[in-house]
């Protein structure tokens, strides 16, 4: 399933009509009903002219706390380990197993060493902590690619499992925030952003807000 579209919104909608028209029937451990497609790609050409509008709105629908652009902006950077969450995709770019900065020691000095090296990958998922059966939650952001093309930072993300409607929005900005991040670092502008899916998902009981969404104009 692929899909390719100018902004993130437009890729957002279309990606819950195909779950809503094509996806399969899951009833997970949780006895929660959702519609599932596999191995989803969705490319969004020009992520910087909407990035931030899914997440307004989740929020213009007022039936959660959905966080804002800042407090996603103080969780992708934060370096430290929460004691609010399991795990933040911050802590494990920065520091990765409290012992390597992948970005900042590893990506970018990488970067501007060769412009187009293959090598430009980062790791979220820590298969010594996440690895276990006894786990409650792991990383649903697995990795994070980066590619020079045609001059522009483009970013590909690998995503185990996806929550289409209530994670996706703050994935996307996360990811955008970070390869803002690294483009600036290297003088480049940043190009599109691919998400890989092996599990897209929306849960049934978000239908009617979901529904909202995908008339939105």
């Given at each position: 399933?692929?899909?390719?579209?100018?902004t993130?919104?437009?890729?957002?909608?279309?990606?819950?009509?195909?779950?809503?028209?094509?996806g399969r029937?899951?009833?997970?451990?949780?006895?929660?009903?959702?519609?599932?497609?596999?191995?989803?790609?969705?490319?969004?050409?020009?992520?910087?002219?909407?990035?931030?509008?899914?997440?307004?709105?989740?929020?213009e629908?007022?039936?959660?706390?959905?966080?804002?652009?800042?407090e996603?902006?103080?969780?992708?950077?934060?370096?430290?380990?929460?004691?609010?969450?399991?795990?933040?995709?911050?802590?494990?770019?920065?520091?990765?197993?409290?012992?390597?900065?992948?970005?900042?020691?590893?990506?970018?000095?990488?970067?501007?060493?060769?412009?187009?090296?293959?090598?430009?990958?980062?790791?979220?998922?820590?298969?010594?902590s996440?690895?276990?059966?006894?786990?409650?939650?792991?990383?649903?952001?697995?990795?994070?690619?980066?590619?020079?093309?045609?001059?522009?930072?483009?970013?590909?993300?690998?995503?185990?499992?996806?929550?289409?409607?209530?994670?996706?929005?703050?994935?996307?900005?996360?990811?955008?925030?970070?390869?803002?991040?690294?483009?600036?670092?290297?003088?480049?502008?940043?190009?599109?952003?691919?998400?890989?899916?092996?599990?897209?998902?929306?849960?049934?009981?978000?239908?009617?807000?979901?529904?909202?969404?995908?008339r939105?104009?």
């Amino acid at each position: 399933m692929i899909i390719e579209k100018e902004t993130s919104m437009a890729a957002w909608k279309t990606a819950l009509k195909l779950l809503i028209g094509e996806g399969r029937t899951v009833i997970d451990h949780e006895d929660r009903t959702s519609k599932e497609l596999l191995n989803m790609i969705i490319t969004i050409n020009h992520p910087e002219k909407d990035i931030a509008e899914p997440i307004s709105s989740m929020r213009e629908l007022k039936k959660w706390v959905y966080p804002e652009p800042e407090e996603l902006e103080d969780v992708i950077f934060q370096k430290e380990s929460s004691s609010v969450y399991y795990y933040t995709y911050g802590a494990r770019l920065f520091n990765y197993a409290n012992e390597k900065n992948q970005v900042d020691d590893y990506l970018i000095p990488l970067l501007k060493k060769d412009i187009n090296t293959r090598r430009a990958i980062s790791i979220v998922y820590y298969p010594l902590s996440d690895s276990r059966p006894e786990t409650k939650e792991s990383p649903g952001l697995i990795s994070i690619f980066f590619k020079v093309l045609d001059g522009k930072l483009t970013v590909s993300t690998l995503l185990r499992s996806n929550d289409m409607f209530i994670g996706w929005p703050a994935n996307i900005y996360q990811i955008y925030l970070l390869q803002k991040y690294v483009a600036d670092k290297l003088g480049l502008e940043a190009g599109s952003i691919t998400t890989i899916s092996h599990s897209a998902h929306i849960f049934e009981e978000y239908n009617e807000e979901i529904g909202r969404i995908i008339r939105r104009e």
